[in-house]
């Protein structure tokens, strides 16, 4: 008989790579119904931002005593081997236990499925089909929401209800889809896949006639190629690809850079979202009736000028986070955390007690000044060191004003002590306005010193000390 694990964690983020798991409950379940239970807290080995523990309870007290991964690993394992691993949108679940087991050295492979993807296909027609809203609409409830137990134990009910209605099988043929090579367009072989890198860069799809159709840009080329060809509405590209091409370039944030460059040079007819792509999001200051500098991320506001502007709204909270987290700004006054008290942050010390009057507008408002001139400082030239396309090669990339001016790979052993040195190893590009929003999502992702180089020099040091 096949045997399901339902999954759910909870995180100190959303990206596996810079998160940590928190929380972790694992319900087993026979298709029928639910056979054992398993939960525990898990100490991240880092501290839980005060906007999660608003979000889930959890606090970083709440962790202290509890085990590292590193502890329950192997029991968790045997746990969750030889069964399905089911979870409300899988992915993010999967790849934080992938790495989190990959880190202590064990092997997590096992078959996955969907409950978002298969509550599609057995509920079709739902508004909206988040844990909160599917199960709102099932009439099942959610006792503990945003706890893993909580919601593990809801999306076993979810999909309780899913096996009961599956008359067509889905959930035996979601688990046997896609086997071998039957993602393939029809004009691309298995030699020509295999052939591609699983290593970050851009990626070209030409049509018959050899014109460029597609660019992309992947952390892992060979894995996105397949991704492309895996879900819906994707017949009119497997048809018209004839042929794919790529370029290395060793860092998510360098193929970020890449891509806008070759979308905008190109204007490839499968890339419509890119061309349309516009800054509508910004971060905003204001000061209260107390006198105290507040921030706020809004749509963009005609006649209103935002300190820093994005394309979207993920990218403008991550940039107001990362602020808040490097200036020492409370996050209730930063928009952040929507309560009638004291921020979260403020009775664990990461907060001086402005949201409570404890800090003065006076001492407050000096950090938020120290932020917006941050800013406004950004626009001179800032070099970024990324990794290269192999181990002894480094990526060094060129802004100028915010936007990117040129790039280059350079050997990790070349004695290079000022820009002088390394510009005959930059390649210079023409500029493109989304860039400038590219570095910002990097730079407010990045907990790392980066430097501004002025009038052309970086010091007499080697650069490979000088920028990060």
Sequence with gaps: MMRYAIVDIETTGG?????????????????TQITDTYQTLINPGR??????????????????????????????????????????????????????????????TVPKLCTVKLSRKIFPGVRSYSLGSICSYLGIQITDRHRAYGDALATAHLFTLICERDQDHVVHKSLHKNSGETFLPPHISKEKYDALPKKPGIYYF????????????????QSRFKGHFTGKNKTDLKTDIYDVSYELAGSEFLALL??????????????????????????YQYEDGQGYIRFQVSKLLKGHKPLVSFVSHAEAWSYLLAGVASFN??????????????CYDHPIGRCQGACAGEESSVL??????????????NSGQLLIKEEGRHPQEKA?????GGILKAYGFIDSQADIHNLEDLSGYLKSVKPVNETHHILQSFLSRKKMDMVLVKENLLGDTPLDQNYC
């Design 396 to 400: 060094a990339i060129l802004f100028e």
């Design 258 to 283: 890449l891509e806008a460059l070759e979308i905008k040079r190109l204007w490839p007819k499968y890339n419509r979202s890119q061309k349309v792509k516009s800054v509508s999001w910004g971060v």
């Design 15 to 31: 990206v596996s790579q810079n998160g940590g798991i928190t929380e972790v409950a694992v319900i087993i379940h026979d298709g």
């Design 329 to 342: 700004l409370c996050p209730k006054l930063s928009g952040i955390q929507k309560t009638p008290r004291a």
């Design 364 to 377: 407050y408002n000096l950090k938020a000044k120290n932020w917006i001139d941050s800013i406004f400082n």
């Design 206 to 221: 030409y049509d018959k006639n050899n014109q460029v159709i597609y660019v992309g840009k992947a952390i892992n080329i």
């Design 47 to 108: 501290a839980i931002p005060g906007f999660i523990t608003g979000l889930t309870g959890i606090s970083n007290e709440m962790v202290e005593g509890a085990p590292f991964f590193h502890e329950i690993a192997e029991d968790l394992l045997l746990l969750l081997k030889d069964k399905v691993f089911v979870a409300h949108n899988v992915n993010f679940d999967f790849n934080f236990l992938h790495l989190e087991f990959q880190n202590v050295g064990l092997n997590f």
